[in-house]
């Protein structure tokens, strides 16, 4: 079974929904057997590249609130991370485009270690508040989490994945996601949002039955033959 997160490194809400997932999949029965993808979804792919902004700043003149109320929501959103035990530092966070992020996440999927450097990207931004926007820095956070870092500076000099990424944007559109994370699971069912583990855990469950539905049998055990033998029905006289 495959389940595909669309999601962005410096979107609060995916790291909070990651956690859930990873709870129900941690007690999935089939947990082996699923396949986790990653995909790409910039929440401002026109954001200027090289340049970064005040989260607090953005969060205010977006919502149309003040600063200081944008403050108190990231405090209120540190909290709920601390709920799922991540720790988020976002005061005087900075916010800009993550295209070349995305870019590492598919060669860490073409390298076998995706699911380490997308949690490698959500902690260096959340955590130790350390950018995912300079190139030298995303290189060295991928590194650390098991990509070669000569793969990685080819990749983000070379402009290699752009398509993908792009084509990842397009898809998280023609599937109706307007935000993030979003997840579908085997093709089937759509999760907006980072849900309850408890709806995760419905939603494996229902999509595994799905998959594999159960055998309706018709008769009973009559005229059949076992490893015991093939019984003969007695008549009554």
Same mark, same amino acid.
């Given at each position: 079974?495959?389940?595909?997160?669309?999601?962005?490194?410096?979107? $609060?809400?995916?790291?909070?929904?990651?956690?859930?997932?990873?709870?129900?999949?941690?007690?999935?029965?089939?947990?082996?057997?699923?396949?986790?993808?990653?995909? /790409?979804?910039?929440?401002?792919?026109?954001?200027?590249? *090289?340049?970064?902004?005040?989260?607090?700043?953005?969060?205010?003149?977006?919502?149309?609130?003040?600063?200081?109320?944008?403050?108190?929501?990231?405090?209120?959103?540190?909290?709920?991370? /601390?709920?799922? @035990?991540?720790?988020?530092?976002?005061?005087? *966070?900075?916010? @800009?485009?993550?295209?070349?992020?995305?870019?590492?996440?598919?060669?860490?999927?073409?390298?076998?270690?995706?699911?380490?450097?997308?949690?490698?990207?959500?902690?260096?931004?959340?955590?130790?508040?350390?950018?995912?926007?300079?190139?030298?820095?995303?290189?060295?956070?991928?590194?650390?989490?098991?990509?070669?870092?000569?793969?990685?500076?080819?990749?983000?000099?070379?402009?290699?994945?752009?398509?993908?990424?792009?084509?990842?944007?397009?898809?998280?559109?023609?599937?109706?996601?307007?935000?993030? $994370?979003?997840?579908?699971?085997?093709?089937?069912?759509?999760?907006? *949002?980072?849900?309850?583990?408890?709806?995760?855990?419905?939603?494996?469950?229902?999509?595994?039955?799905?998959?594999?539905?159960?055998?309706?049998?018709?008769?009973?055990?009559?005229?059949?033959?076992?490893?015991?033998?093939?019984?003969?029905?007695?008549?009554? $006289?």
């Amino acid at each position: 079974m495959r389940v595909e997160i669309w999601s962005d490194v410096i979107c $609060p809400w995916c790291y909070i929904g990651k956690r859930h997932f990873e709870q129900a999949l941690d007690g999935f029965e089939h947990r082996d057997q699923v396949e986790v993808a990653y995909r /790409a979804f910039q929440l401002d792919p026109s954001f200027p590249k *090289g340049e970064t902004v005040d989260v607090a700043d953005m969060l205010a003149g977006k919502y149309g609130m003040s600063r200081e109320q944008a403050v108190e929501m990231n405090r209120q959103m540190e909290e709920r991370a /601390a709920g799922v @035990g991540l720790e988020y530092h976002l005061e005087d *966070g900075r916010a @800009g485009n993550t295209a070349d992020a995305h870019r590492l996440v598919h060669l860490a999927a073409e390298q076998g270690v995706q699911d380490e450097v997308v949690e490698a990207l959500y902690k260096a931004h959340f955590t130790d508040r350390r950018s995912v926007f300079d190139r030298d820095s995303l290189v060295k956070v991928a590194e650390e989490a098991g990509l070669d870092a000569d793969a990685a500076r080819e990749t983000l000099t070379s402009g290699k994945f752009t398509a993908e990424v792009e084509a990842d944007q397009r898809e998280a559109r023609d599937l109706g996601a307007t935000g993030v $994370p979003f997840f579908v699971v085997d093709g089937r069912y759509g999760v907006s *949002g980072a849900q309850p583990t408890e709806t995760f855990t419905q939603v494996l469950d229902r999509a595994w039955a799905d998959a594999r539905p159960k055998l309706t049998t018709i008769g009973d055990d009559t005229d059949t033959c076992t490893d015991d033998g093939c019984a003969v029905p007695q008549n009554n $006289p």
